[in-house]
């Protein structure tokens, strides 16, 4: 075998990993290289709606990231560290929100709030429009901290229990510590969610950066309003991202293990057994709740104001089903040199083009969409809603997961495996076919269903960049609201293709989270 041919294959498979890395990051990088004026910035802080939106968007990432960390923590601690019964179903249970689209959640809350309390609004208030989101994103912090919580070492808490330290003190020194990487991962996703958020905030009434750009483009047309409010949702963006980081501790002091080789110690409930699950019950119900309930009402409305158009809701379902299948088949192409790079080659270089597919994904849909319009009209303008863009969109909003579950699949396969494979004399290509394939095909597969199903939900992007005379199901939802919550009928079609469409992948989710509290019910 030619030496030769590993070396040219890493050589390329790098190259590769650039490129992707560098188109994800080019749509934003255009957008604000080319043009962007600090006068039209200072400008936009005359208008007291600028300073509102500005307000608002921080209080909600505020409020938004304290009730998901309450709600996130204590279902953990519940499932994990105390004797629940059927930890295994309470674990789905709380993961339920994640298959409810947000902006569905937030028009059905306030449909519900119309319907049964007209009086009433409470939904649309700060703390009610925090409350509604915190209920749909809470599962981002429920998951990692179940995984923390299970992977401590119970033998660091038994030292400290030995030592005469309180209950307290060991919950301040050995559990929190450890949770803290969990955390910081967690908000990172909900204060990133809350950033981007356009549907669910319009539903509630809230004013943010988003719904602002999105009015400047949607509206009125103006992209330079527009772009010049995309970099100060970027600036909270980039500090989210320093936030969290500061969060998450860099030294190996907090660690936990990689799977512990016995389940840790648990509270006994008792007697508080019962009312400890009627008020954990309590969380989903809210959650998708109100969801359900309006979805069943309006599907089995009889006298309902619009009639139920199937032959747009199969038309809607055909379209999103074909965006995600192709997005996800193209993420999944384009992840693989990034993941197998970074899995083989570790470097520093391999860590900072993994890290440039991050920083894409972090930037609000919102300012990729401006970014590939300005992109799009500018250098292709034939391009220009076409479905070549959006699934662009999509791929470079939705690639880290393709990254992340690769990752994981090529952990299975271990490189010893290769080496083993090379020194017997086998071809790379066909190691990597015969052994190393089957191995991580899990994580590649796992890793391209989410992808085609966050594309399927996705609507801000969506909105901005669908082709003419083209809808998904959740732009067909969104038009049966005109921005208003009028008449959960119409839209009960599409918000229950959604509900349906999003169920797989929480059972991805858990399936994989369960696997670390497997035993728990024994």
């Given amino acids: 075998m030619n030496p030769r041919v590993p070396r040219v294959g890493s050589a390329a498979t790098a190259l590769g990993a650039v490129a992707v890395a560098a ?23 005359r208008y007291a709606a600028t300073t509102s939106a500005m307000v608002q968007t921080l209080q909600l990432v505020v409020l938004v990231s304290v009730l998901t960390v309450g709600l996130g923590v204590l279902g953990a601690v519940m499932v994990v560290r105390t004797t629940v019964a059927f930890p295994r179903t309470w674990t789905v249970l709380l993961t339920l929100p994640l298959a409810v689209p947000g902006f569905v959640s937030a028009y059905a809350a306030f449909s519900a709030e119309l319907v049964f309390a007209p009086q009433r609004t409470w939904v649309t208030s700060l703390p009610g429009a925090s409350l509604v989101l915190a209920l749909s994103l809470y599962p981002y912090v429920f998951l990692p901290c179940v995984v923390a919580l299970r992977n401590i070492d119970p033998a660091l808490e038994e030292m400290s229990a030995n030592l005469s330290a309180s209950r307290l003190s060991r919950i301040r020194h050995v559990t929190l510590p450890s949770l803290r990487p969990a955390l910081a991962a967690g908000l990172l996703i909900v204060a990133l969610h809350v950033l981007a958020e356009y ?30 409010l995309s970099l100060l949702l970027a600036g909270f963006s980039i500090l989210v991202l320093l936030g969290t980081r500061l969060l998450s501790p860099s030294g190996s002091a907090h660690r936990v293990t990689r799977g512990t080789t016995r389940p840790p110690t648990r509270v006994r409930l008792g007697r508080r057994q ?16 109100p969801t359900v309930l309006m979805t069943v009402r309006g599907l089995t409305n009889v006298r309902r104001s619009v009639p139920v158009e199937w ?18 088949a193209v993420a999944t192409v384009a992840a693989f040199p990034v993941s197998w790079w970074i899995n083989r080659r570790p470097s520093t270089a391999s860590m900072l083009t993994e890290r440039s597919v991050w920083v894409a994904h972090a930037i609000p849909s919102a300012i990729l969409a401006l970014a590939l319009v300005y992109l799009a009209t500018r250098l292709t303008p034939s391009l220009y809603k076409t479905p070549t863009v959006l699934v662009a969109a999509y791929v470079i909003l939705f690639l880290p997961l393709a990254v992340g579950y690769q990752r994981v699949g090529l952990e ?79 839209a009960a079609p599409y918000a229950a293709m959604l509900v349906v469409l999003g169920v797989v992948p929480v059972v991805l989710l858990v399936r994989s989270t369960l696997r670390h509290v497997q035993d728990l019910a024994g």
């Fill in 23 to 45: 188109l994800s990051l080019a749509p934003v990088v255009y957008l604000f290289a080319t043009g962007i004026s600090l006068g039209d910035i200072r400008a936009e802080f």
């Fill in 199 to 228: 549907g669910a905030m319009v539903q509630l009434g809230r004013s943010t950066l988003t719904t602002k750009i999105m009015a400047e483009m949607l509206d009125y047309g103006d992209y330079t309003s527009a772009r010049s």
């Fill in 274 to 289: 019962v009312p400890v699950q009627v008020v954990a019950l309590l969380v989903p119900l809210l959650a998708v709740g």
């Fill in 311 to 328: 032959g747009q809701v199969i038309s809607a379902l055909s379209s999103t089903t074909g965006y995600a299948l192709v997005a996800a």
């Fill in 412 to 490: 299975a396969s271990r490189k010893v495996y290769d080496d083993v494979a090379a020194s017997l004399g086998s071809h790379p290509a066909r190691s990597f076919a015969r052994v190393t394939l089957p191995l991580a095909l899990p994580g590649f597969m796992a890793g391209a269903i989410l992808v085609g199903l966050d594309a399927g939900k996705e609507l801000t992007t969506t909105l901005m960049l669908i082709p003419f005379n083209a809808d998904t199901l959740s732009t067909r939802l969104w038009a049966t609201t005109n921005g208003e919550s009028l008449d959960f009928t119409a």
